[in-house]
């Protein structure tokens, strides 16, 4: 049985001391008011890892970083590496984000080194796929995912592709307030799951996850959940408040 995943995204917002205090928060709540058969993680700034995980309980709570470097060490000034991400007691990063690959032109040959690290580092990557309004629009979405899936985690191993999670994220939906439907998430994270059987066959496409990441919020989290190949959320805004963020984890 496949794992249900509610991911928070905190992207470039909270300081240290308010990431903590958002931590201390979600960690309280799901300990008395939480889904047990649902995985929580919390996707934070680099800046925020370490004082985050010290923070969560780790039975209840995963920490994900929101990005690694694409080398492994070196003078790459700025860079965090999987393995410094994975020297914080994280256990989850984030890659292929939209906002990566539009603003700082992330490519498929750019990810696969990054996947391939974070694999090689332990970390379990939570590996964003997506399509623009204008690719909706022409109803070549389907096709397009496949082919961002084929360039990347597809080329890797059964038995490393059985360690990734998959989030869908609608890039007409993220920050717009505009929100996939229920059928439109659940047709494409069907299409998704067709891929990956085709690919590496219907036992691992049955046991991997795929997160819909495009505006889920409390109000449609259980409606969206209810979709039978919709495993959980990669939630952005709605995951900066505690209470918000709660609502979504129970949705199922």
Same mark, same amino acid.
């Given at each position: 049985?496949?794992?249900? $995943?509610? =991911?928070?995204?905190?992207?470039?917002? &909270?300081?240290? !001391?308010?990431?903590?205090?958002?931590?201390? +928060? /979600?960690?309280?709540?799901?300990?008395?008011?939480?889904?047990?058969?649902? #995985?929580?993680?919390?996707?934070?700034?680099?800046?925020?890892? /370490?004082? #985050? /995980?010290? &923070? /969560?309980? @780790?039975?209840? $709570?995963?920490?994900? +970083?929101?990005?690694?470097?694409?080398?492994?060490?070196?003078?790459?000034?700025?860079?965090?590496?999987?393995?410094? #991400?994975?020297?914080?007691?994280?256990?989850?990063?984030?890659?292929?984000?939209?906002?990566?690959?539009?603003?700082?032109?992330?490519?498929?040959? $750019?990810?696969?080194?990054?996947?391939?690290?974070?694999?090689?580092?332990?970390?379990?990557?939570?590996?964003?796929?997506?399509?623009?309004?204008?690719?909706? !629009? @022409?109803?070549?979405?389907?096709?397009?995912?496949?082919?961002?899936? &084929?360039?990347?985690?597809?080329?890797?191993?059964?038995?490393?592709?059985?360690?990734?999670?998959? +989030?869908?994220?609608?890039?007409?939906?993220?920050? &717009?307030?505009?929100?996939?439907?229920?059928?439109? @998430? !659940?047709?494409?994270?069907?299409?998704?799951?067709? @891929?990956?059987?085709?690919?590496?066959?219907?036992?691992? =496409?049955?046991?991997?996850?795929?997160?819909?990441?495009?505006?889920?919020?409390?109000?449609?989290?259980?409606?969206?959940? =209810?979709?039978?190949?919709?495993?959980?959320?990669?939630?952005?805004?709605?995951?900066?408040? +505690?209470?918000?963020?709660?609502?979504?984890?129970?949705?199922?």
């Amino acid at each position: 049985m496949r794992q249900k $995943i509610v =991911a928070g995204n905190w992207k470039c917002n &909270t300081t240290l !001391q308010e990431g903590i205090e958002l931590a201390k +928060a /979600v960690d309280t709540i799901v300990a008395n008011e939480g889904a047990t058969d649902v #995985v929580v993680v919390l996707g934070t700034p680099f800046t925020h890892i /370490v004082k #985050v /995980v010290e &923070t /969560v309980d @780790a039975a209840r $709570i995963g920490v994900a +970083a929101q990005n690694c470097a694409a080398e492994a060490k070196g003078a790459f000034t700025g860079e965090v590496s999987a393995d410094m #991400v994975k020297s914080t007691g994280a256990n989850y990063v984030i890659l292929g984000h939209s906002e990566r690959r539009e603003y700082y032109g992330e490519t498929s040959e $750019i990810l696969n080194k990054k996947v391939a690290l974070a694999l090689k580092s332990g970390l379990t990557p939570i590996f964003c796929c997506g399509e623009a309004l204008a690719i909706r !629009q @022409a109803e070549t979405h389907n096709e397009y995912v496949k082919q961002q899936l &084929t360039e990347t985690i597809f080329n890797l191993s059964a038995d490393d592709f059985k360690k990734i999670v998959i +989030a869908y994220e609608p890039i007409w939906a993220i920050g &717009t307030g505009v929100t996939a439907s229920s059928q439109q @998430a !659940q047709d494409m994270h069907a299409n998704i799951r067709a @891929a990956i059987t085709a690919k590496f066959g219907a036992e691992i =496409a049955e046991g991997t996850s795929i997160l819909y990441g495009g505006s889920c919020n409390a109000k449609n989290a259980k409606e969206l959940f =209810a979709n039978k190949d919709v495993d959980g959320g990669l939630i952005g805004g709605a995951s900066l408040k +505690a209470e918000d963020f709660i609502q979504i984890i129970n949705g199922f």
